[in-house]
């Protein structure tokens, strides 16, 4: 009842904007158990001579519901078959246009403003793949769909049940082909959703690239105080987090915090506003980035182990540079101021290699 109601509302929203329209059309009950239909050598939609045979389309709901669509073959002539490929290089055309909207309006914006939250790089990746669907509906290229079909399609399911498929179709001839194989057939109004299906993939994957784009313009660097002060840490100016000091090494210490990529400063204030530590360094490189402002006298490295059939490394033990606050790292790591489990503990029986991150005082 839920998904009838908003798919009236939404064909009544793409019929106001022109992105769907409605036609007289017929509905089809197809079993599942029923036979294929005869293909011959004649067009199902207009009587042609067959070139080829295409599959009814499915709606948004039967794809979120991974529902299977019906193995009906439905025969197309060089004509209905043409009109067919242009509706669809049309709709793949506006999903582009929506993806490329989006991603530019994402990255447009971070060009603009450095400090893009992951939600308004989101927010704004949507806003322009909005855009990019308006402006897919002015291209040319839309057909009537006069026998042609639904959403370019022959056939288009709308609803699945234990018997079979609920299938619209638009073409006169192929109803009365259905009709005559004893399958029931009703009339009533269809909606050809033009673009709609294109734009909505469209408008998801300008989003999660967007997203993506937004991480990768914002990289997660981690940070520790190993002082026994707190500390504000600002990024070219900028706060970005308060660090409470850790003692001595205490596992999972510190946490990240995201700067925006790129040549940075990065500086450590006392609460009462002096300078403990200022760094210039390049943020973004690497697999990891740690920052340890006010790290005099501390000394940073990392341990290697391997479990299983895994080759022990060689070395097993990487100083970092005592010069430098900021740490590049070119390996994943997996554990923080800890030490790596032993080999006989049992927690790594299917084999690999962990890397974890120490620091003590420098000998």
Known sequence: MIHGWIGEKLDVFLTRIGAARSAAGFRVEWDKDASP??????????????????????????????????????????????????????????CATSIVFGVSSALASWVVFEWLSSWTALLVSAAGGVVGFFVGLLF???????????????????A????????????????????????????????????FPAALGGLLAACL????????LNPWVRVVNVTDVPMVVEVDGREVA???GVVGEQPGAGRYVQMPRGFRVLRARGLDGVV????????GEGRVQLYAPGSVGRCFWVERRAYGGVWQPKPEVVELSRSSRL?????????????????????????????????????
Not at 276 to 283: A, L
Request: hydrophobic letters at 40%; glycine letters at 14%.
């Open 140 to 158: 040319p290229g839309r057909l009537s769909g006069s026998g042609v079909g639904l959403g370019g399609n022959p056939a288009h399911v709308v």
């Open 327 to 363: 740490h590049t790292l070119a390996e994943p790591i997996d554990g923080w101021f800890e030490p790596n489990p032993d080999v006989e503990s049992g927690r790594w029986l299917s084999g690999g290699m962990r890397r974890v991150v120490r620091q003590g005082q420098c000998r």
């Open 37 to 94: 239909l005869e293909l011959g050598s004649e067009c199902h939609l207009c009587g042609g001579v067959r070139v080829r045979e295409v599959r009814p389309s499915g709606s948004l709901w039967t794809a979120l519901m991974w529902r299977s669509l019906p193995k009906l073959g439905i025969g197309v002539c060089e004509k209905c078959l043409s009109r067919l490929l242009r509706r669809w290089m049309w709709a793949g055309l506006a």
């Open 209 to 216: 690239v967007g997203g993506e784009l937004q991480w990768y």
């Open 276 to 283: 403990i530590d200022e760094t210039r360094g390049v943020v």
């Open 242 to 244: 308060v660090m409470s």
């Open 160 to 195: 699945t049940g234990s018997r079979g498929w609920i299938i619209e179709v638009a073409s006169d001839s192929l109803a009365q082909l259905m009709r005559r194989r004893g399958v029931r057939v009703t009339e009533c109004r269809v909606v050809e959703r033009d673009v």
